[in-house]
């Protein structure tokens, strides 16, 4: 028998964007209305296997009925734009699966489903209805049934007649009735004010139908029923005809015409990758018809115990397994290889100590792809193992394609790619402490699968990165940095041990005294790292007004402590005492801990692939975060020397970059003229704004227009700018108002940046990275203020952070053509530090400088400054 199926297009649209949180694809689209839709899709065509489908659409707004009662759906909401924007997706959907769909003006989708019900019934179909509205209820017959989506989007309700007799006790005719008398507040059908569905039913059990309840007021109950019924008798006549679906639509296509079989599974392929549903990927059938099953795909990895030329063929994907986060130092647990010969496990022991496979890796000719060059080197440089030739790096672009997605990780991309190939680590080895090697079989099995994912998912990428005209941001600038960070790492940098327990001494002295004065400041004795005893202090016993509380008493945090500085002079010492304090544990104790025993030295980690702007991050220490703004926190930098005898520490680093990268691309005449004459910014600002000669610049106007200058890049509002300054909102206000007039193509640019991110869904850098903004179109406030304001800075900073980078990679190239034993050791935001011997001082001095400037070509130029001393500190 033929079986039909007709979908309630908008409605299901409806019910799956609400049930889905707001998901977007890595283009910034919405999806999970899509993505709902989907699912329900995939579950109808894999549970029923229909013969002939179609999905029913509201043409437009007005319909017939809206001519016989002008308010009907007057109620409703507009439609959410995060929801519309979805539907043409959906319709593209449908028609890569050969589905077909209709629409009709003046009429509802209810009436196209119920008109084509009809017909397929007297042809004796089966046909199965599928909504989120209940008036389709009206449909059921002996051969048509009704599908109510529930909680969710394939949870679903079934009715045929003995279902709607169970819940309502009336027949699927009588459905039209029910809605007469109570109406339906969703399609602002008015039905009988104070009758609802309880109190309808009763009616219609006993009457059969509105006409029947109307003619026969005088027998009915309730004095107040009876005149509610009199009162609204014509709006309950055309509340039922308002909900009568009309089953006479002119749908000029035949019922044979909605026949469903095989589709294009590319087409349908290639839909899911657009909008990111790697997860429904696997639900498809492969070329053989047969649908892939969530388990992983067969895979067969040998064990090698002597290394030959067919383990080695080039390019290979390249897996060196080091667990945790702590690759330095840390063991290699195994290598896996896969390449046109297969996949290969080789144990650690075996490959480090084969000429072979130690000629193969620093052959640059021999060509690899990795996850993760950086660590790889890393890993393989504690081994003595040199590592070149790296031609892919899966981590890198993954990140690089969208760097908000959360996890990068080989099985996260491989899913997402619809690759049924490799476990999640957790799986294999556990979590946290309870983490431990698996037995060799189940390791060269995980190993193996890595190395075949990197292997088969980098066409793919690579393709990707092509179309987002990224392919250059990816082989010219992050790889080749990769390499160099992984270098730098290892390198680490020397740090003076004594040099920082005298420090950390120091310090506990000045904490104790500080401590002493808090005392005698309180009159009384108290832990102050107690929130709690600390708060009783200030608001009880010295009676200082307290700022807010928490559930446990009185806040002490930062900001409320800075509220109170001026009203005791207590205040100051404690603010002092805990940066003191942060700065002993964090840097001091901290930094102790982490220093490399066989070394000497620090070997921080760079995050490549972590930060939406592209900017490099350290970790196990963070050393871009050392508060300098203190002189105790600059103090530390002074345990940073060279590693070598008579060498030197040279900083250096660029001089406004992110205004300079503002004045290209903005093409303010302003900004530029300023930076090609080599005027101080700041005060060109405050000549500009306070419209005064140079000499006229305060020092006042100067540090303002420097507030303004590098707020503005970050979307600065007046009430930031007025807490920075101590000035009032309104006078912030008119400070940037004059700021926006005196530079009037900055002020463009921030808008145009914004509506341009609007309709891509993204914003990019001057070399094509791009971060995702999909927040532009919410309809919380909040958010879509933080978007635009992300809009208007990540191409300035992400610009900025791709400058250095550029400006690294090109220094270690520099080092090397100069044939230079100068390092490079650390990247701190737009500064790079070198440990250098005397002899190379004065050409490290020439070319370190000329390199950084040279590194991007703007319409301003860039500026570096440098520095030499015998310490970090020093260089400064």
């Known amino acids: 028998m033929k079986k039909l199926i007709l979908i309630d297009g908008n409605s299901i649209a409806y019910r799956a964007f609400f049930a889905l949180p707001l998901l977007t694809n890595e283009k910034g689209i919405y999806t999970n209305a899509v993505y709902g839709f989907t699912t329900m899709l995939l579950k109808i065509l894999e549970d029923d296997q ?6 029913a659409f509201d043409a437009g707004k007005s319909t017939f009925r809206h001519k016989t009662y002008s308010e009907y759906k007057g109620t409703r909401q507009k439609t959410p734009p995060e929801l519309s924007e979805q539907l043409p997706f959906i319709r593209e959907l449908l028609d890569a699966y050969g589905i077909k769909r209709y629409e009709a003006i003046d009429y509802e989708a209810d009436d196209i489903i119920g008109t084509l019900a009809n017909r397929a019934e007297k042809d004796g179909w089966n046909v199965k209805v599928i909504s989120g509205d209940k008036d389709l209820l009206q449909l059921v017959t002996k051969q048509v049934e009704v599908y109510l989506t529930k909680k969710g989007i394939t949870n679903m309700d079934r009715y045929d007649l003995a279902a709607i007799d169970e819940k309502y006790g009336i027949t699927a005719n009588q459905i039209i009735d ?28 006993e009457f059969g139908s509105v006409e029947t309840v109307l003619e026969s007021v005088d027998q009915i109950s309730g004095k107040k029923m009876k005149e509610r019924l009199v009162e609204h008798h014509d709006q309950a006549l055309l509340s039922k005809k308002l909900a009568t679906i009309y089953t006479e639509v002119p749908v000029d296509l035949g019922l044979e015409e909605l026949s469903f079989g095989e589709y294009d599974v590319q087409k349908v392929t290639s839909f899911f990758k657009d909008l990111d549903f790697s997860s429904l990927l696997s639900r498809l059938p492969d070329e053989h018809g047969e649908t892939k099953s969530e388990e992983l795909s067969e895979l067969s990895i040998d064990i090698v115990e002597t290394i030959t030329d067919e383990h080695l063929a080039s390019p290979a994907a390249l897996v060196a397994e080091v667990l945790g986060d702590h690759y330095h130092h840390a063991p290699i647990e195994g290598f896996a290889l896969t390449n046109d010969n297969g996949t290969f496990f080789i144990p650690t022991e075996i490959a480090v100590t084969s000429d072979k496979f130690v000629t193969w890796a620093k052959d640059a000719s021999k060509k690899k792809w990795v996850f993760d060059a950086k660590r790889t080197v890393v890993a393989l440089g504690w081994q003595d193992i040199l590592l070149e030739g790296i031609e892919f790096d899966l981590l890198i672009a993954s990140y690089l394609l969208d760097p908000s997605v959360s996890s990068h990780a080989i099985s996260d991309i491989a899913s997402r790619k619809g690759l049924s190939i490799v476990e999640d680590d957790e799986k294999v080895y ?59 790492e290892t390198t680490g940098i020397k740090v003076d041990k004594s040099q920082l327990e005298k420090m950390g001494e120091d310090l506990s002295n000045r904490l104790e005294t500080l401590e002493q004065k808090i005392h005698e400041l309180a009159g009384s004795s108290f832990n102050v790292n107690s929130p709690k005893q600390l708060g009783e202090i200030l608001f009880e016993k010295l009676g200082l007004p307290p700022v807010k509380k928490t559930k446990t008493g009185y806040s002490t945090s930062a900001d409320v402590l800075e509220k109170l500085a001026g009203k005791h002079e207590i205040i100051e010492h404690i603010l002092l005492y805990r940066q003191l304090g942060k700065l002993h544990s964090t840097y001091i104790e901290g930094l102790l801990k982490v220093i490399e025993k066989d070394t000497g030295r620090i070997h921080t980690r760079y995050n490549q692939a972590l930060t939406q702007t592209g900017r490099l991050s350290s970790t196990d220490p963070n050393l871009q975060n050392i508060p300098i703004r203190l002189e105790e926190g600059r103090t530390i930098r002074k345990a940073f020397v060279p590693s070598e005898e008579g060498w030197s520490i040279l900083a250096a680093d660029y001089s406004q970059i992110e205004l300079r990268v503002l004045a290209d691309i903005s093409v303010d005449d302003g900004l530029i003229e300023a930076f090609r004459n080599d005027m101080d910014i700041h005060t060109k600002t405050a000549m500009d704004v306070f419209h005064v000669e140079e000499s006229e610049v305060t020092s006042n106007m100067r ?48 808008h145009d940046v914004v509506e341009q991110a609007r309709e891509d869904g993204y914003v990019s850098t001057l070399m094509q990275r791009r971060r995702y903004l999909p927040e532009l179109v919410s309809r919380n406030f909040n958010l879509r203020s933080f978007a635009e304001r992300t809009a208007m800075n990540t191409p300035i900073q992400g610009t900025a952070a791709d400058i250095i980078k550029k400006a690294m990679i090109d220094m270690a190239n520099r080092l090397e053509q100069e044939n230079l034993k100068s390092r490079m050791l650390l990247q701190v935001h737009d500064e790079l530090i070198f440990e250098v011997p005397e002899d190379e001082l004065e050409i490290m001095q020439k070319i370190v400088p000329e390199v950084m400037e040279a590194a991007l070509e703007l319409q301003v130029p860039l500026k570096a400054d440098v520095s030499v001393g015998a310490t970090w500190y020093e260089a400064k």
């Open 430 to 488: 556990g979590k946290g402490a309870k983490q431990q090697i698996p037995e060799q079989e189940i390791l060269s099995q995980h190993l193996g699968r890595k190395a075949s994912a990197v292997y088969s998912l980098k066409a793919d990428l690579e393709e990707q990165l092509d179309k987002n005209d990224q392919s250059s941001l990816f082989f010219d600038l992050e790889m080749p940095l990769s390499v160099v960070l992984g270098r730098m």
């Open 50 to 55: 229909p013969t002939h489908i179609l999905v």
């Open 178 to 205: 029910l809605k007469g008398l109570m109406g339906d507040s969703s399609d602002n059908i008015p039905g009988v004010p104070g009758i609802g569905e309880k109190t309808a039913l009763k009616l219609l059990k």
């Open 703 to 750: 540090r303002s227009s420097k507030a303004v200058n590098f707020g503005i890049v970050y979307g600065i509002s007046d009430y930031g700018l007025s807490q920075s300054l101590d000035i009032s909102r309104k006078e912030a206000a008119e400070f940037i108002e004059r700021y926006l007039e005196s530079y009037p193509k900055v002020k463009a640019y921030m």
